[in-house]
Structures are given as structure tokens and as C-alpha cells.
């Protein structure tokens, strides 16, 4: 491939991605990327042990201490939209933000996020709630 090729070929690739980050299909995107305040009672959205966690100067020890489920800097969350046809604005912001979407159904969506862009997500205006995901336990008889 000649130098023309691969700069035709770089720029393609620059075009898809540029398109592929920035379509915003019928909704507008958003993402806050403001530096957000360290009160819990501006996040009510956001479950109070993830507010702690956003905010913990030891992350991981946190998580552990209180049973959140973390790993590598992400932590598992269960976000709940404000009507279902929002869904894929927040799965949007999760990738944005850095996340990975694990499932979706209807206006809930499991993802892993970064703990430093919770308060950020919280602040999305299509998010109602941000949780930790409800563990399953089989009826012990």
C-alpha cells in the first residue's frame, strides 16, 4: 500500500469513528463533563453507597468493605432510565464515559462504569436512578 492509500485509508477510518461518536440519531446526546460538587444530597439519583464510593479517597477498600461489586477501577451499576426510549442515549454516555453496557431491558440498564464518572452519569438528565445490581438468592428450603 503506497503512502496515498494509507492516508485514504486513515482518513476513512477518522471519518467512521468521528460518525460513529457523534451520530446522535433522533435525541440529543448529553454528557456533563463539568466537575461535579461532593454533596450526596445533589446526586438523590445516585444510591447512596455510590455516592460514597464516587467520593472515597481508598476506592477498592470501599467497595470491599461494603460489598460493591469493583474491579480495576469500574464498578457494576444498574441504571434506570427516565422513560425506556432513553435507553440508548445512557448506554451512549456509559461508552462515552469510559464503560461497558452488560445488558438492557426496557428503561434498565446494567453496565460497568468508572467510579471517577458516577457522579457524571448521575447528573445525565434521562437517568432517574443509579444503583448496585440486587444479587439473586435461591429460596433455601
Not at 460518525?19 to 439519583?45: A, F, M, W
Not at 451499576?77 to 442515549?89: G, L, Y
Not at 445488558?103 to 445525565?124: D, N, R
Amino acid at each position: 500500500m503506497d503512502s496515498t492509500q494509507q492516508l485514504i485509508a486513515v482518513i476513512a477510518l477518522l471519518i467512521i469513528g468521528l460518525l460513529l461518536t457523534t451520530s446522535c440519531g433522533p435525541q440529543e446526546r448529553h454528557v456533563n463533563t463539568e466537575q461535579p460538587s461532593g454533596k450526596i444530597e445533589d446526586y438523590p439519583q445516585l444510591e447512596s453507597r455510590l455516592f460514597e464510593l464516587a467520593t472515597a479517597q481508598e476506592p477498592a477498600k470501599y467497595a470491599k468493605e461494603h460489598d460493591i461489586d469493583y474491579d480495576g477501577g469500574l464498578v457494576r451499576v444498574v441504571i434506570e432510565t427516565q422513560d425506556p426510549t432513553w435507553a440508548e442515549d445512557i448506554a451512549w454516555a456509559v461508552e462515552v464515559l469510559g464503560g461497558h453496557l452488560e445488558a438492557s431491558y426496557q428503561e434498565l440498564i446494567q453496565a460497568q462504569v468508572p467510579v471517577g464518572v458516577l457522579l457524571m452519569l448521575a447528573e445525565h438528565p434521562r437517568v432517574r436512578m443509579i444503583s448496585t445490581p440486587v444479587e439473586a438468592h435461591p429460596d433455601e428450603e
